[in-house]
C-alpha cells in the first residue's frame, strides 16, 4: 500500500506539473494583464517599465520557474477583479461546487441503483422499457437545456422551487457555508442537483443494468439460486456487489468531470461556485484565476481517481493497488 501510495504521488506531481505548464503557457493568449492591472491610460515606456518589474519580458522557462516556486507555497498569483489571492477566491467558491456535486451524487445513487437493479431483473418488462427511454433521452440532453427546463416548470409555472442562488447559509468553518443546514438552503440545492445529476444518471442505470444482466447469468448465482436463496439476497447481495466494481471505475472518473460540468448548471442557476465564477474570470480576462482554477480543478481530479484505486481493494480483495499479482 506504500509502494502504490509513493507512486500514485508521483504521477500526481507529475500530472500537476503538465496542468501547470499548460496553464501557464496559455496566458498570453487570455489577454493583456497589464490593461488588466493598469488600464489603457498609462503610456508605452510606462508599461515597458512595469513589465520589466513584473519579469514579463524575462525567458518564458524563467518565467514558469517563478511561478511554479510561488505555487508550491500556495501562491497562484492575485485576482485582477476580486484584487486578493487567486487560490484564496477559489476556496471561497469550492464549497457551493462541492455541495452542488455531492448533491448530485446522491440523487445518482439513490435513483441509478434501484432503477438500474430493477431493469435488469426484469428486462422485459413495460417500466424497464420505460427505464431504458427515459435513460436515452436523458443522455441526448444537454444539461444547460435540462436545467432551464426545471427552472421553467418548477420554479416559474409550479412556483415550487426558487430559481437561482444557495439561500439561507450556516457558516461552518473557515471559508465553509452551506445550506445543508438550513431549510432554505436544501430547497435552492433540489434543482440544481437534478440537473447536474441528469448528465450522469443516465450513464449509470444502463451501466449498472448491463452489469447485472451479466452477473445474473455467471455460474455462482445459479449456484445461490440452486442452493435456495432468498431472492433479495442474490440480488442484492451476491449480484450487486458485484457489479461495484466497473461502476465505482466509472463513478470515481465521472465525479470529477462534474465538477468540470458545473459550469452550465451554476450559470443557469446563478450558482456561487466555480464554474461560475470561472465564467466571469474569462471574460473578464482574469488570467491568474483562471490558472488558479485549471490547477485546483487537476488537483480534484487526482484526488478523486486516487481515492477510487484505493476503494478498489476494499470492494474486491483480488485486486493489488499495488500492481502486482496476488
Known sequence: MIAFLGKRL????????????????????LGDPLREMVGQSVSEQEREALKDKLGLNDPFLEQYWRFLKKAVKGDLGTSYFFK??????????L????????????????????????????????????????STIGISIPVFLTAIMLVYVFAIELNWMPSFGRGELVHVVGYWETGFLTGDGLLHLVLPSIALA?????????????????????EYVRFAWAKGLAKYRVWFIHALKNTLLPIVTVGGVQIGTMVAYTILTETVF?????????????????????????????????????????????IDPTVNVTGGSK
Do not use: C
Open 270 to 314: 446563478q450558482w456561487p461556485g466555480m464554474g461560475f465564477m470561472f465564467l466571469e474570470a474569462i471574460n473578464r480576462a482574469d488570467i491568474p484565476l483562471i490558472q488558479a482554477y485549471l490547477i485546483v480543478v487537476g488537483l480534484i481530479f487526482v484526488i478523486t481517481n486516487t481515492i477510487v484505486d484505493l476503494i478498489y481493494g476494499l
Open 95 to 134: 464549497p457551493a461546487t462541492l455541495e452542488l456535486v455531492f448533491g448530485a451524487t446522491l440523487v445518482i445513487i439513490f435513483l441509478s441503483v434501484p432503477l438500474g437493479v430493477y431493469s435488469a431483473i426484469k428486462p422485459n418488462g413495460w417500466f424497464s422499457k420505460a427505464i431504458m427511454g427515459f
Open 10 to 29: 508521483l504521477q500526481a506531481v507529475v500530472v500537476m506539473l503538465i496542468l501547470s505548464l499548460i496553464g501557464f503557457a496559455i496566458q498570453d493568449n
Open 84 to 93: 486578493e489571492p487567486a487560490l484564496d477566491v477559489i476556496l471561497k467558491k
Open 198 to 218: 441528469s448528465i450522469m444518471l443516465p450513464l449509470f442505470i444502463r451501466l449498472i443494468r448491463s452489469e447485472m444482466l451479466e452477473v445474473l447469468h455467471a
